[in-house]
């Protein structure tokens, strides 16, 4: 099994910014990509930002240029930090988590953090 342990997330105010953090842990073999989901009431889940191993980034069109996605491959945690947030970025945020095992992929979820943005 893959723990992974999200920061808290919070209240901020809009223009603020916040940084969230997901240690990953248990039976970690190869990480293949690491990132962050959100989900916003009444939405779908919809991707964020992720990184792949070899340190390549993709961010979702919304954030890109306020949002920065890092990894430290040592811990296996990865960092998303968060800059002139915006009222629509309140959301739940997700960790994911996929991997190649010796039998095969595995993908994991954290609980996942709440993060408003209001004034």
């Known amino acids: 099994q893959v723990q992974l342990v999200e920061s808290e997330g919070g209240l901020v105010q809009p223009g603020g910014s916040l940084r969230l953090s997901c240690a990953a842990s248990?039976?970690?073999?190869?990480?293949?990509?690491m990132g962050w989901y959100r989900q916003a009431p009444g939405k779908q889940r919809e991707l964020v930002a992720t990184?792949?191993?070899?340190?390549?980034?993709n961010y979702a069109d919304s954030v890109k240029g306020r949002f920065t996605i890092s990894r430290d491959n040592a811990k296996n945690t990865v960092y998303l930090q968060m800059n002139s947030l915006k009222p629509e970025d309140t959301a739940v945020y997700y960790c994911?988590?996929?991997?190649?095992?010796?039998w095969g992929r595995g993908n994991y979820w954290g609980k996942g953090t709440l993060v408003t943005v209001s004034s």
């Open positions: 994911n988590l996929d991997q190649s095992r010796p």
């Open positions: 248990g039976s970690i073999f190869s990480i293949n990509v």
């Open positions: 990184m792949a191993s070899g340190g390549s980034a």
